[in-house]
């Protein structure tokens, strides 16, 4: 009867220990390593939608043109964005008007990912620089974000940046190598 006792508590422990690992184990990777965060809004369509669960990494080497990210930098909106990187530190960012196209460095970037043809209408003729450290973010859907072209948001420093996305829960596949794929072609 003692014998069947003790096997049932040395089960009982093992179990118990397995299960406390295991709690533990997630607990930090998604401390140190992974967050999820929320999409809310409408500015990132079509890429990401209103209420999209995302998976973030904050273990990013560096943060690179065309990387969606959540940012938590304090702005006019109060509250944390998930935007486009369109330039890094170093590089200059300006619109034309007529064609609604992005300009980084002298050359129209190609950006598939936008919902529709951006009216940089309403006095988008001011060309940034963008300071090493500091990012500049827009959404995808050009017309209706508030991101780095708004004074309430600015240019984020990178120190804010949360993490890159990469997967949108429910999706099969991770989600910047989409990114790339429309990237390059």
Partial sequence: MMKNKNKKLETIYEIASILLT????????FTFFFKVSIVSGESMENTLQNGDNLLITSITP???????VVVSQ???YEKVLIKRVIAVG???????SKTGKTIINGKIIDEPYTK?????TYGMTKTYYVPEGKIFVMGDNRNNSA??????????????VM????YR?????????ELKESQNG
Wanted: net charge negative; aromatic share 8%; hydrophobic share 40%.
């Fill in 74 to 76: 304090p702005n006019g």
């Fill in 147 to 160: 991101d780095s072209r708004d004074v309430a948001v600015g240019m984020i420093d990178e120190d804010y």
């Fill in 62 to 68: 560096e943060i690179n043109q065309g990387d969606v």
């Fill in 116 to 120: 529709e043809k951006a009216d940089y």
């Fill in 90 to 96: 170093g590089q200059t960012v300006s619109f034309d």
């Fill in 169 to 177: 829960i429910g999706d099969t596949e991770l989600f910047n190598s």
């Fill in 22 to 29: 295991a709690v533990l184990a997630v607990g930090i990777i």
């Fill in 163 to 166: 993490g890159k996305v990469i």
